[in-house]
């Protein structure tokens, strides 16, 4: 296969529908048997085979993994990946020249501009003549450097370096958005739990002292079911868990808020078996019980109910949380799911973009709300995504 026209077809052929690229991953009968059908069925196989070690970022572990990748996508004896402060890997022929590889780098990684060197070398045996050293960039600064080691430094070659740095670019931007979808996600759970706790310790906490005296063995349990709550809403592993750990959480929750208001807060749950193993993201749902015990029914007089439902949907989950409290007007709603009402709901936009950033848009929250009316809060939830366990 030759090197540069196996890159210059990859690159040809990164704006083509996904459904091409799987075909032609699939087999090679959908573009014939010629060579260049068979260079381009090469070349974006090795490219797949690169790419899941690379989307871990520009980590010795899995540079590591893709350098005989990246060195075949090349065609050149050997290859060089470096960061800001060392060399990663050297990968093929001629060992000898890793120890000076990062020096070659040196200019690149300050100025991030391409340096084709021409290199000496007292083993007449040695096929390493010449170093084509290019950038690695992320978001337009230079995390590292890319060098092709070989005989020769032709046009053709410095330009397939070129374009294997800045596919290996491509992945390191994907591995940085993961970076900071996990923060993001991390950001907004410590968020929910800083809402949570003073307003839920503090009325826990006077519910548990009001029985101390008058019922000791009841304060006793409450004060477990406070203690179990706490433990879980604050766990530091996991950005997933089950359904069925989410919803014994919630039971903790209303255990204690039932002690708090009595016989005024009513509580159905109908819960499939088939759904309580489902990963979900963490809590997920108690912020939208809460959302219903404070906004919905700490003001209304009488009786409140809430009702919770989790149903088997073929491929998903559906789960419901509704209340016959207070409602809310569907422009107040509005200016909280899009986070320009900060001081109510705050849960609720965050359980929001959280579904959002795990599923896609489609699996935001559906609300039905108004004044005097209830809130019903429906959530539709994968069974099963790549990336989400709750292990």
């Given amino acids: ?59 010795q572990a899995g540079v590591l993994k893709a350098s005989r990748h990246l060195r075949q996508l090349l065609g050149t004896p050997a290859i060089a990946v470096t960061n800001a402060e060392e060399l ?20 690149t990684l300050k100025d991030g501009r391409t340096q084709v060197l021409q290199l000496d070398c007292d083993l007449p045996e040695c096929p390493i003549r010449h170093a084509i050293v290019v950038p690695l960039t992320t978001d337009g600064r230079v995390v590292g450097s890319l060098a092709a080691y070989g005989d020769h430094a032709s046009a053709g070659l410095v330009r397939a370096v070129q374009e294997v740095a800045r596919w290996v670019d491509s992945q390191l931007e994907l591995a940085e958005l993961d970076r900071s979808r996990t923060m993001l996600i991390e950001a907004e759970v410590r968020a929910l739990r800083a809402q949570i706790s003073p307003h839920f310790i503090y009325n826990s906490l006077t519910t548990i002292a009001s029985f101390v005296r008058t019922d000791p063995e009841r304060a006793r349990e409450l004060l477990i079911d406070f203690a179990d709550f706490t433990r879980y809403s604050f766990r530091r592993h996991g950005d997933f868990t089950t359904l ?40 997920c749902l108690q912020p939208l019980v809460e959302n219903a015990v404070r906004h919905g029914l700490e003001s209304k007089p009488g009786v409140g109910r809430i009702t919770i439902i989790a149903e088997d949907a073929g ?44 599923y896609g848009d489609e699996y935001g929250l559906v609300v039905e709300t108004g004044e005097g009316a209830g809130t019903k809060v429906s959530i539709r939830l994968p069974k099963y995504r790549p990336g989400v366990s709750a292990r």
Wanted: charge should be negative; proline fraction near 4%.
């Fill in 1 to 59: 296969m030759e090197p540069l026209v196996a890159v210059l077809v990859l690159v040809a052929l990164v704006g083509v529908p996904a459904i091409v690229l799987w075909r032609i991953l699939r087999g090679r009968r959908e573009l014939g048997s010629g060579p260049a059908e068979r260079a381009t069925f090469e070349t974006l196989h090795t490219a797949s085979l690169a790419a899941p070690m690379l989307r871990a970022g520009l980590s």
């Fill in 88 to 107: 990663l890997v050297y990968d093929g022929t001629g060992d000898h020249h890793a120890r000076d590889a990062f020096e070659h780098a040196l200019d």
């Fill in 244 to 283: 069925s750990e989410e919803l014994h959480s919630i039971d903790r929750y209303l255990t204690l808020e039932r002690a708090r208001f009595g016989d005024q807060l009513r509580v159905t749950l109908r819960i499939a078996p088939e759904v309580l193993a489902v990963a979900v993201p963490f809590l």
């Fill in 315 to 358: 491929a998903e989950c559906g789960i419901t949380v509704e209340d016959d409290g207070l409602g809310m007007d569907p422009e107040r709603l509005r200016r909280v799911l899009s986070g320009e009402d900060r001081a109510t709901g705050v849960g609720l936009a965050n359980v929001d973009e959280r579904l959002r950033q795990v």
